[in-house]
């Protein structure tokens, strides 16, 4: 070796080597990571919701609560909807209504490629003990990235559809619950 080698300040070329080496497996999982894992949920919830009416229908005597979808991939899904409960009891079956033209899904549906629905409420069949807690909504997506998910959202309380204090949805949001709730 030369005295010029000896005498450079800095690091060596060898010593970079040696971190690159270690951090090439680094940006190789940051780069797996799948592209829809970082995307919003294909169902949002507000945490609001609503009691509907004790002996309305036969099927749906539980709880309807605010929610959106969402489908920000360039191909149609189909969305599952394969449990609810809150604070951890479970709230049966599920309907999806979509606010904006009053009409009822069931639990599996589909949702059209790059659409957005802001107007749906996930009504269900039973209403636990508690009136607030923590809404979970589990659901399995086909199409798309596929897979499962699961949507939580803290809900401070469920109040009558009928009365003032249910805010989360509009005169005629809560019209068009009552009216499908009562014909089904």
């Known amino acids: 070796m030369s005295d010029l080698e000896e005498q450079r300040p800095g690091v060596s070329r060898r010593t970079?080597?040696?971190?690159a080496a270690w951090s090439v497996p680094v940006v190789a999982l940051a780069v797996a990571t799948p592209a829809y894992a970082a995307s919003p949920g294909i169902i949002t919830l507000t945490g609001e919701g609503c009691k509907l009416p004790g002996n309305s229908a036969s099927t749906y005597k539980g709880?309807?609560?605010v929610a959106s979808i969402q489908n920000t991939f360039n191909v149609p899904i189909t969305v599952s909807i394969t449990s609810a409960s809150l604070n951890g009891e479970d709230l049966g079956g599920v309907a999806v209504v979509n606010l904006d033209t009053c009409q009822a899904t069931t639990t599996s549906f589909n949702v059209p490629a790059n659409s957005t629905f802001p107007n749906i409420a996930i009504v269900?069949?039973?209403a636990a003990s508690s009136?607030?807690?923590t809404l979970v909504l589990t659901y399995e997506i086909s199409g798309g990235p596929g897979g499962s998910e699961s949507v939580s959202e803290a809900v401070p309380a469920?109040?009558?559809t009928q009365g003032a204090s249910c805010s989360g949805f509009t005169t005629a949001q809560k019209a068009c619950l009552l009216a499908l709730i009562i014909v089904n």
Do not use: C, E, L, R
């Open 16 to 19: 970079v080597a040696k971190a």
């Open 63 to 65: 709880y309807a609560f």
């Open 124 to 126: 269900t069949q039973n």
């Open 131 to 133: 009136s607030n807690g």
């Open 158 to 160: 469920v109040p009558p």
